[in-house]
């Protein structure tokens, strides 16, 4: 699908599967899920492809702020982990860089819109992960997590969208 005449529906249904498919089933979906990421990247410009591994790096960045501020916790007994937080999680940040830069950042384009559906579909989406993962995701700080989530992720949806213009190839 052109890019610049529609929507990405691929980008929007990948992305919604992965979500689910990673917080349902954790580490077992990790060869797929990075299949798929894997084919997304490869359709995308050099640019775009530099702009989902910052957007990884600065997510993972922040969670691991977040997990070390005792905002996040992550179950203990993961085998495998990588900035104290387990592999699963890494690769939904991987999977959101994709979609941010595939089809979110389009959405993104007013600060006051981003920080709005920054500020409700970042938490909701920790919240409902945490609650279909199996206790996998937990947050110790109970109201304290939920605030600081709302205005981390207002900031993010913003710098998202306001950033589009790095990576977006001029028509």
């Known amino acids: 699908m052109n890019q610049a005449t529609g929507f990405n529906w691929r980008a929007l ?20 899920v990075g299949i798929y990421w894997l084919y997304g990247c490869w359709r995308l410009t050099a640019r775009q492809r530099l702009a989902v591994l910052l957007i990884s790096a600065a997510g993972l960045a922040i969670d691991a702020l977040l997990t070390h501020s005792n905002i996040l916790q992550f179950r203990t007994e993961e085998a495998f982990s990588l900035l104290g937080m387990p592999l699963w999680f890494v690769a939904l940040w991987a999977i959101f860089a994709l979609a941010a830069v595939e089809f979110m950042a389009r959405v993104l ?19 409902s992960g945490a609650a ?4 996998a995701l937990q947050f110790p700080s ?7 989530l709302i205005l981390v992720w207002a900031c993010i949806a913003v710098l998202l969208g306001q950033s589009r ?3 977006v190839e001029a028509a």
């Not at 992965?18 to 349902?24: D, M, N, T, Y």
């Not at 279909?132 to 206790?135: A, N, P, V």
């Open 132 to 135: 279909l993962s199996g206790g």
């Open 109 to 127: 384009t007013s600060p006051w819109v981003a920080a709005a559906l920054g500020a409700s579909g970042g938490p909701l989406s920790y919240y």
């Open 142 to 148: 109970g109201i304290w997590s939920a605030i600081c």
């Open 13 to 32: 249904i990948g992305f919604q599967l992965c979500w689910f498919a990673l917080v349902f089933n954790q580490n077992l979906v990790l060869l797929p």
């Open 165 to 167: 213009r790095l990576y």
